[in-house]
């Protein structure tokens, strides 16, 4: 994040006055400071716990600076502070918390569920979120969500479900979006792509990941691991050059990050490479440097995996005591915390390094344990196909359940802007009725309102139905123009003409969509005229398969009824509801209906009128 952001929020904080603005400024602070500037968001961070722990209207602000540490202190390994942060946040069911700062803190579960590898725990806790929240969760919180389950699915080594995760991150970014967040998913999937040895599409989305976090001021713990990714890849397709290129900058951002754990993390990540380039030397200088760092042994799994590394180091130096003690350690440790792809690379050292002392009694135990694992590996791998499988299935079912939420929405909403008649219609012409009849004029009356019952009880049975015939739209819109001639004063005449061979009662159409239309034809350009008097033509006609509806008036024109429309500075209503309802029958339908304007002219080359081209696929 640049530093324009942080130094905008900044200023922000110092002239702002309202508690919860306040603090929730601070709250994005430490969002952006976290990764560049540590001990400054921690503060921040401080602040908002200490004066919202004990104040119910703001536990959201508190969880979600909750949320923030314990992240940072699972990337710093200390198990203790995640441990009392877990045990402080505990769920208070409270009707200020909403769902989506539900959500943030059970992701910080997750996080430690993860961390401490009850994958299942995680799992379980996925699931809840997915059938229960996500459908309410805003942009940033269901882009989280699928983020958490991707990295889940990959620890738990269910790679297309990992996959598909991802994927549906990425697609809700826009395509231009460069936020760290979109980083995050490049970076993942490459994580993702390499553990499934496709190489050349791992360094394509850690390029993605690092061209994005590049742009970025700060954030020098996620510019670390890009290129420490980068630098294995490059190992595995041989590229020596590129590797120690990628590993000398993994090493620049880890330095700048102010993270010593994180720090001496990227720094064992050379072990590996040192092997496998055959610096067997610096790489066992580096684990042993590790090896007797107190604070770096804390951290559970950032020792044992450099630690198991080491071993391997000191295999290929033929130092096989060394690899043995090394290759044990880390087996007891792996076999107590049930992390059983760790423990098969600590058993295939000790297999080694045994049958390179010929120390065949010692080979055959590790062997058998070897085969064990792989059986219980084995029946794992179709556990988890199986669980896969009921995953997808369910998800499967869930989003057909939010697509159909989502649909009875959308009809709502269409709903909703068919039934948008203007009210003044209505009362005008009632108004109008009324009028006939102070005048005496009972049979005219008597048809006036059996046009506008009948209109009245289309509009109440079309806005059920997503298409009616081109037939019930012409009586429509027939009675509809009657109505307003007669409320308008005969201002204008009508004709509505197609050829006797169109099948009027098959061809269907969106229900009301024409009216709309012919409302504005009446309200900005017959309404203004003064010189002469007004008149409607509608047409239809089939063309191409598509149904061709002309509306053509003689008024002011386009231009006189734009500069009109602007002098009352507002844009007609109708107007933009025929916007908004296209929109929706395309996006949402397929539904590709086209609309186009033609200005009239008459031999003076003075407006005279406006012609409406409407195609519709039938």
Do not use: W
């Amino acid at each position: 994040m640049s530093k324009n952001n942080i130094e905008i929020l900044k200023n922000k904080l110092i002239v702002a006055t309202d508690f919860r603005e306040i603090q929730e400024t601070k709250l994005l602070l430490a969002k952006l400071l976290i990764l560049s500037n540590v001990e400054e968001a921690l503060v921040l961070c401080n602040e908002i716990i200490s004066v919202t722990e004990h104040q119910k209207e703001y536990h959201d602000l508190f969880y979600k600076a909750n949320a923030i540490l314990i992240r940072h202190f699972a990337h710093r390994g200390n198990f203790d502070k995640i441990t009392q942060l877990n045990n402080k946040i505990s769920l208070i069911k409270h009707p200020n918390i909403t769902i989506d700062t539900t959500t943030e803190v059970e992701f910080s579960f997750m996080f430690i569920y993860k961390y401490l590898n009850k994958l299942d725990d995680a799992l379980v806790l996925g699931k809840k979120l997915l059938e229960e929240n996500y459908k309410f969760l805003n942009k940033e919180n269901k882009i989280n969500f699928h983020l958490h389950m991707g990295e889940l699915y990959m620890k738990l080594t269910y790679k297309d479900l990992a996959a598909e995760e991802l994927n549906k991150g990425l697609q809700l970014f826009e395509e231009d979006e460069e936020t760290q967040d979109k980083a995050n998913f490049h970076f993942t999937f490459g994580m993702l792509m390499y553990e499934d040895k496709k190489y050349e599409i791992a360094i394509n989305q850690l390029n993605k990941a690092k061209e994005i976090e590049l742009k970025n001021e700060g954030r020098a713990i996620p510019k670390a691991q890009i290129f420490a990714m980068l630098a294995r890849c490059y190992m595995s397709i041989n590229n020596k050059k590129k590797m120690l290129a990628s590993n000398s900058q993994a090493q620049k951002y880890a330095l700048l990050s102010n993270n010593p754990v994180f720090n001496k993390l990227i720094i064992g990540e050379q072990i590996d490479l040192f092997v496998k380039v055959n610096k067997i030397k610096e790489a066992i200088e580096i684990g042993n440097i590790l090896r007797k760092d107190k604070e770096y042994k804390k951290n559970d799994s950032f020792y044992y995996g450099s630690l198991n590394m080491l071993a391997a180091a000191y295999l290929k130096q033929k130092n096989i005591d060394e690899s043995i003690a090394c290759a044990k350690k880390c087996s007891i440790y792996y076999k107590k915390t049930e992390r059983k792809l760790n423990l098969r690379d600590s058993y295939e050292i000790l297999m080694k390094c045994y049958e390179e002392k010929k120390d065949f009694i010692n080979l055959a135990a590790f062997q058998k344990k070897y085969i064990l694992l792989l059986e219980d590996l084995n029946k794992e791998k179709e556990h988890n196909a199986i669980e896969q499988f009921e995953i997808k299935y369910k998800t499967a079912e869930n989003e057909i359940e939010i697509e159909k939420q989502k649909s009875e929405s959308i009809k709502f909403h269409l709903q909703a802007l068919r039934s948008q008649m203007n009210p003044h219609f209505i009362f005008n012409a009632i108004d109008s009725v009324v009028y006939n009849m102070d005048k005496g004029e009972f049979d005219k009356s008597k048809q006036l309102l059996a046009s506008f019952a009948r209109l009245m009880r289309a509009n109440i049975e079309f806005t059920e139905q997503a298409n009616i015939s081109l037939e019930e739209e012409i009586r429509f819109l027939k009675d509809y123009l009657v109505v307003e001639q007669s409320r308008l004063h005969q201002a204008f005449d009508f004709e509505i003409n197609y050829h006797k061979d169109l099948e009027i009662d098959f061809i269907e159409l969106p229900s009301m969509l024409l009216q709309l239309f012919v409302e504005n034809a009446i309200k900005h350009g017959i309404m203004p005229l003064t010189e002469r008097k007004g008149k409607i033509e509608l047409t239809f006609e089939d063309k191409d398969d598509m149904l061709l509806c002309t509306i053509t008036d003689n008024g002011i024109g386009r231009k006189k009824a734009k500069e009109i429309r602007n002098a009352k500075s507002h844009l007609g209503k109708s107007t933009k509801i025929i916007a908004e309802r296209l929109r929706m029958l395309e996006q949402h339908f397929s539904y590709k209906i086209t609309v186009s304007y033609t200005d009239l002219y008459n031999k003076s080359k003075q407006a005279a009128g406006t012609s409406v081209q409407i195609s519709i696929p039938i």
